[in-house]
């Protein structure tokens, strides 16, 4: 049976991730207050901000930028899109 999280960025009770993502405080809070789904788009986002930005995980810079954007993604906040990017029509 899967545990359930009350999700920071979709506001309801959804499955939870199986283990922390990261190691330490932040990687509990992720696993505390987000859920499997949120993660999961987080994911993709993140895949499409580094192909797309071309960012470089060698780089310092380029790793604080994607570390903030995760937080903001997985609070709600407004967050970076990938250039040109047009989301699916419904």
Same mark, same amino acid.
């Given at each position: ?16 991730? @199986? #283990? ?16 499997? /789904? +949120? ?22 810079? @380029? #790793? ?16 970076? /899109? +990938? ?8």
């Amino acid at each position: 049976m899967s545990r359930t999280v009350h999700c920071r960025k979709h506001k309801q009770d959804l499955p939870g991730l @199986d #283990r922390p993502p990261y190691p330490g405080a932040k990687g509990e809070d992720i696993f505390n207050n987000v859920s499997k /789904q +949120a993660w999961d788009e987080w994911q993709a986002h993140q895949t499409m901000l580094i192909n797309e930005r071309r960012l470089n995980m060698m780089n310092v810079e @380029d #790793r604080k930028f994607l570390q903030a954007e995760m937080d903001k993604f997985l609070s709600g906040e407004e967050y970076a /899109q +990938a250039e040109g990017y047009v989301p699916p029509s419904a």
